[in-house]
Structure formats: C-alpha cells, structure tokens
C-alpha cells in the first residue's frame, strides 16, 4: 500500500482528537429512521499501489444521501470527484541503443465514482462504513521529456474502475469526521493487464 505506520497513526490520531473535542454534545441522534439525509464532504489523502508513481496526494470531494433505515444503520448513495494531483517522476525504459530514460509531468488524474454502501453506528457517534461501486476515470495526459530532451504527450485511456471503500468516523448532528481506504480495480487498457490503486482519505462533512 505505500502508506507508512506514522502516515496511518497521524490521521487515526487526528480522527481521535476531534472526536474527544466534540464528545460533550451528546445525545443528539444522527440518523432518524424512515428519513433521507444529504451530506457534502470535502477530503484529501494518500495515493497508494499503481498510481503511486505518478501521484502522492488525492483531493476531492463528494454528494452522499444516506436513508435511514433504523436511529443505527443507514443506506447510502455517493457520487463526487476525485483527483489525483500531478508530480514529477523518472522512468527508465529500454531501446535499440541500450538504455535510456526520460522525466514525466503526470498531469492530474481524476476519477468520478458511483458508490452505494451501508453506515453502522457501533455508539452514539462511532461509525464503520462499507461501499461498492463504479469509477469513470477522466482524460489524463501525461507531458514526457526523454533523453533527447524532447517532449511529447501520451494520453492516457478514459477506463471504468471497481470501486470498494471501507472506513470509519465519527458523527455530530451536523459534522462529520472520517477515516476511510479505497480500491481502484480493473484492466488497463494501455497494457492490458489487470491494476489496483487506491488512497487512504480524511474526510470532514456537512449534513444539510
């Protein structure tokens, strides 16, 4: 996954500490059965496996209705934009002459995703998350200087991804804070071999 301990204990800790900081509003109930709610959120994270070359930091944000289906378990629909911001790399590569390398703009990357998921609270506000779905990744073009330092551009295919988050939080009435990972899946089609990336996202939302 590319994610070190300490990136991993960071946000675990920050998720912690606003938790205790909003503890003493209590006993308001987050979900209300039989009841359709809207949030908003806004996020960033850490790029992990295939992407992790071209990309370090995600940000982005979401549109989620969540249903109650009881005052603890909700039903979920989300829908937003992720993107992947762009960084420099190096790459080596083989060709007649031996071999050669060349250094790379990744141009940012994005991807819009289509979940539908569950939310259960374990507490008062303490909640775990699972969610499935589909991801329509946009136009990505990649700006290339190679050895002969001459530049080009290589654009990347638009390609579906299946997506599988999973996560937790913690939920006021209006606020909520949350730690989540998710799964990029699929073939790729420049190389025709299946790839797998992903992030590890904090995420602060807004029910409206």
């Given at each position: 996954?590319?994610?070190?301990?300490?990136?991993?204990?960071?946000?675990?800790?920050?998720?912690?500490?606003l938790?205790?900081?909003?503890?003493?509003?209590?006993?308001?109930?987050?979900?209300?059965?039989?009841?359709?709610?809207?949030?908003?959120?806004?996020?960033t994270?850490?790029?992990?496996?295939?992407?992790?070359?071209?990309?370090?930091?995600?940000?982005?944000?979401?549109?989620?209705?969540?249903?109650?289906?009881?005052?603890?378990?909700?039903?979920?629909?989300?829908?937003?934009y992720?993107?992947?911001?762009?960084?420099?790399?190096?790459?080596?590569?083989?060709?007649?002459?031996?071999?050669?390398?060349?250094?790379?703009?990744?141009?940012?990357?994005?991807?819009?995703p289509?979940?539908?998921?569950?939310?259960?609270?374990?507490?008062?506000?303490?909640?775990?998350?699972?969610?499935?779905?589909?991801?329509?990744?946009?136009?990505?073009?990649?700006?290339?200087?190679?050895?002969?330092?001459?530049?080009?551009?290589?654009?990347?295919?638009?390609?579906?991804?299946?997506?599988?988050?999973?996560?937790?939080?913690?939920?006021?009435?209006?606020?909520?804070?949350?730690?989540?990972?998710?799964?990029?899946?699929?073939?790729?089609?420049?190389?025709?071999?299946?790839?797998?990336?992903g992030?590890?996202?904090?995420?602060?939302?807004?029910?409206?």
């Amino acid at each position: 996954m590319n994610i070190t301990i300490r990136q991993t204990v960071v946000m675990i800790s920050l998720l912690t500490f606003l938790s205790l900081l909003f503890e003493d509003h209590a006993k308001a109930q987050i979900i209300t059965a039989n009841k359709f709610n809207f949030v908003i959120s806004g996020e960033t994270g850490v790029v992990t496996g295939y992407e992790r070359h071209y990309h370090n930091i995600e940000a982005g944000g979401t549109a989620q209705m969540q249903y109650g289906l009881s005052g603890k378990v909700a039903i979920t629909l989300t829908s937003g934009y992720y993107n992947f911001l762009s960084k420099n790399y190096f790459a080596i590569y083989s060709n007649p002459s031996g071999l050669a390398s060349y250094t790379a703009d990744s141009g940012n990357f994005g991807i819009i995703p289509v979940k539908a998921g569950i939310k259960i609270f374990v507490s008062n506000h303490l909640y775990v998350s699972n969610e499935a779905g589909w991801g329509q990744e946009t136009a990505n073009t990649r700006i290339v200087n190679d050895a002969y330092n001459t530049y080009y551009y290589v654009p990347e295919y638009k390609q579906k991804k299946f997506i599988f988050p999973a996560g937790m939080g913690y939920a006021l009435k209006y606020v909520d804070v949350g730690l989540h990972y998710e799964t990029f899946s699929g073939t790729d089609k420049n190389s025709d071999t299946f790839i797998s990336y992903g992030f590890l996202g904090l995420s602060v939302a807004c029910k409206l």
